[in-house]
């Protein structure tokens, strides 16, 4: 049982890098290095987790060990399905739309480097937020030859990241209170928001299903 656990984190740990490099290498060189930094530093209950303990909203496949990782790997393909059928130019905001699908749910159990909660925290998304904002900051004081050494700029990488904390912030949509918690979540209020929101309510209907081969081989 080990050793296939162990695989099926393999596995979903290359779809999540490739869907990384393909995404953002070929013209957003330090997003790219500055989101493998991120997933390398996700902790190991991330590639384990349910996307949810009850089931009562998520497909089948986001359930049980690395539903979590199928679930954003899921809004992430949502979101460029959506982006393609929008009218509205959305593509100088698209790489950070991207990173927050990705990493929208990677506090889900709290602070990564931190003693994991037993359940999921409501204030995740705001959480969330926090890590990759404090991260990137982080990662552009450590990376100022690299930065200036691509096509890219650390103004741009700024962009994306400010798009992607915005997002993270409110892809809980209306859903923004609970009565377990006195934390009021943000909710969307710009194209950004909403759609990357919408990306996340649709990846967790039941009505979805995921296909490894997908993030291989995109129709």
């Known amino acids: 049982m080990a050793v296939d656990g162990e695989k099926k984190h393999s596995d979903e740990k290359g779809l999540f890098k490739k869907v990384v490099v393909d ?11 500055f989101a493998l930094e991120i997933l390398d530093s996700l ?6 987790e349910p996307a949810s303990t009850t089931g009562k909203y998520h497909p089948r496949h986001e359930l049980g060990e690395g539903g979590l990782a199928r679930h954003s790997l899921m ?5 460029k399905l959506l982006l393609e059928a929008n ?67 650390e103004d741009s990488f700024k962009h994306d990241i400010a798009v992607a904390v915005s997002a993270i912030e409110a892809h809980m949509g209306k859903w923004n209170t609970n009565k377990h918690s006195e934390v009021v979540l943000p909710k969307p209020k710009t194209p950004i928001q909403f759609m990357v929101h919408l990306a996340d309510y649709i990846a967790s209907r039941k009505c979805t299903s995921f296909d490894g081969e997908f993030f291989v081989n995109p129709c």
């Open 87 to 153: 009218e509205q130019d959305m593509s100088e905001y698209a790489a950070g739309m991207a990173l927050a699908c990705l990493f929208h749910d990677c506090c889900k159990r709290g602070m990564p480097g931190k003693e994991p909660s037993e359940h999921t925290l409501f204030e995740h998304p705001i959480l969330a937020a926090k890590f990759i904002l404090d991260r990137a900051e982080r990662f552009a004081k450590e990376n100022k030859d690299f930065i200036e050494s691509t096509s890219d700029d």
């Open 23 to 33: 995404e953002f290498g070929p013209t957003k060189p330090v997003l790219c290095k």
């Open 43 to 48: 902790p190991e209950w991330f590639w384990i």
């Open 75 to 79: 809004v992430y393909r949502w979101l």
